[in-house]
Structure formats: structure tokens, C-alpha cells
């Protein structure tokens, strides 16, 4: 639980933490004495984008500590890292690739992208898998040649194909938009459900929120959030939609906003976000009704 992290970093003298961003959202409302938080050197996030507040959050928690922001694959392992003293001036970013990867940002033909243009992630060099056990199926999906290399080879290298839509700046620093199955199409828009989310997380409105776009008559895709008020509070949806109707495209506001005690999760306590489509499958089928 949380607050037995807290425990355990006071009496073994913790110096590193490496959480996904909803079990910091829980350890960063814990109350932290200094004995738990003096020796801790350096913290990081994988498994999801951190939110900016949450970011300022543990930063004063632990004052002593470098924040490192981070990006992996399952079948990679670790992928990119932001330098810690590049924090403050880009703290959306994912980094560059970590030593002895190289990450590529590709179109669907497999050719690299211009700065600032979306594209799939792939990850190429000595940290990638050899692919899933007894799966080929799945192996041939995830696990295919890289990108960029020389035609005619004997053994062509396989790269893992992320299926992370994320592109990269003009100082070549890299930044994540979604996943390919989690892309919201409303409108006619491809829409990143981690800007919606971001914006319920700046407001101070929501402690967690989850956008999904589910089947709408008109739309394609309609925009339900679902979201968690912060502790002891209902959660201002009003506000909520003033906040997005000022920061966001019309296309990209929520044609709904559910509250909720708490969020689904996984087995690896990352938002269970299939559980939450299936949820509200048929909501727009039934408001049409």
C-alpha cells in the first residue's frame, strides 16, 4: 500500500523510487516525514506520462532528489530518459533514447518523420526481446524489421514497433501523444486522450481522469472522461467544462464527464481503460434512445 512505502523508505534509507503515475498519484498524497524523504537521490515514472502537478507534488517532496522522466516497453525495457537538469525547460518530454538504443519515429511505411510530425516509435538495438514465448502470432506483429536498414540481409534485425504515437522536437527531444489503440477519432480528429487528460489535471479539479472516445451516431467517436475528485470533494464538472471549452479545440471537449470514488486498474496498476470502454460501450446509443 502507499503509506508502506513511506515506511519502508524511512527504515531502509531509501535513495530511489521508480513508480507508474498512478501509484505516485497515491504516494504523493501520503503525509512524509523527513526521515522518509532525506535520503532519497533521484525519482522516476514509466508505464505513463506523468502529469505536470503531480510532477511540482514530488518535487517537494523530495527537494534533494532528480526527477527523471522516463519512457519503456515491456519488450525493450527501458527506452528514453529526460536529463534532469532539462526538467524545467521541457517537462512534457520524454527525453532522447537511454545508452545503446535507438529510437526512431516513423511513419506507416516506415520512414522517419519530420520534426514535429506524429508518428509510431520504434525502438532498435541491443535491449530489444527476441520476441514473445510460444507467440509467434503476436511476436510477428510487435517484433518486426527495423526500420532504415540495409535490403538483403541475411538475418534482418527486428526493432519493436511500439504502437505509441509520439513525435520529436527540432533539439531532437521526443514526446509522447498515445497509444495507437487509445487514439480517440471524433469528428473526424485523431485526438490524444492524454491532452484531455492534462487539462483536468491542471485545473487542480481532478486527481485522476481517464478520456476515452466510445461509439457516438454522429461523431464516430464520442468523448466520455472519467474522472476522480480530489479527496473530500465532489467533482466540479462545471468547471471542469469551462476548463476545456477555454484550453481545448471544440472537437476535443467531452461530450460527458463522470465522476467516480476511484479508477479501475490492472494487474500492473496502470488505468484499466478497456474495462472503462467497455463500461460506457453503448452510452451515446442509449442518450440517442
Avoid at 11 to 31: E, K, N
Avoid at 123 to 144: I, K, S
Avoid at 236 to 265: K, S, T
Amino acid at each position: 500500500m502507499p503509506r508502506d512505502v513511506v515506511r519502508q523508505c524511512a527504515a531502509a534509507r531509501i535513495t530511489g523510487l521508480t513508480c507508474v503515475p498512478p501509484l505516485w498519484i497515491q504516494i504523493a498524497q501520503q503525509d512524509w516525514p523527513a526521515e522518509a524523504a532525506e535520503h532519497l537521490r533521484y525519482f522516476a515514472n514509466t508505464g505513463g506520462h506523468m502529469p505536470r502537478p503531480l510532477l511540482d507534488r514530488l518535487r517537494a517532496i523530495f527537494p534533494r532528489a532528480r526527477p527523471y522522466l522516463m519512457y519503456g516497453l515491456t519488450e525493450a525495457f527501458r527506452s528514453t530518459y529526460l536529463d534532469p537538469a532539462e526538467v524545467d525547460r521541457r517537462p512534457d518530454s520524454i527525453g532522447k533514447a537511454i545508452p545503446n538504443a535507438e529510437i526512431l519515429v516513423v511513419r506507416e511505411d516506415g520512414s522517419e518523420c519530420a520534426p514535429g510530425e506524429h508518428g509510431e516509435l520504434v525502438h532498435r538495438g541491443a535491449l530489444v526481446a527476441m520476441g514473445y514465448w510460444n507467440d509467434p502470432a503476436r511476436t510477428a506483429e510487435r517484433f518486426r524489421p527495423a526500420p532504415g536498414r540495409p535490403a538483403g540481409l541475411p538475418v534482418p534485425e527486428l526493432a519493436v514497433w511500439s504502437g505509441d504515437i509520439v513525435y520529436r522536437d527540432e533539439d531532437g527531444f521526443l514526446y509522447f501523444v498515445g497509444r495507437r489503440d487509445e487514439m480517440i477519432k471524433s469528428s473526424g480528429y485523431r485526438i490524444s486522450p492524454t491532452e484531455i487528460e492534462e487539462v483536468f489535471y491542471n485545473s487542480g479539479l481532478a486527481k485522476e481522469a481517464a478520456a476515452l472516445g466510445v461509439p457516438h451516431p454522429t461523431l464516430g467517436q464520442g468523448i466520455v472522461v472519467v474522472a476522480v475528485p480530489p479527496d473530500g470533494q465532489r467533482l466540479d464538472r462545471d468547471g471542469l467544462m469551462d476548463a476545456c471549452r477555454q484550453q481545448l479545440p471544440r472537437f476535443m471537449v467531452p461530450e460527458m464527464i463522470v465522476e467516480r470514488a476511484a479508477l479501475p486498474r490492472g494487474p500492473n496498476g496502470k488505468i484499466d481503460r478497456a474495462a472503462l470502454k467497455q463500461e460506457f460501450l453503448h452510452t451515446f446509443d442509449e442518450a440517442e434512445a
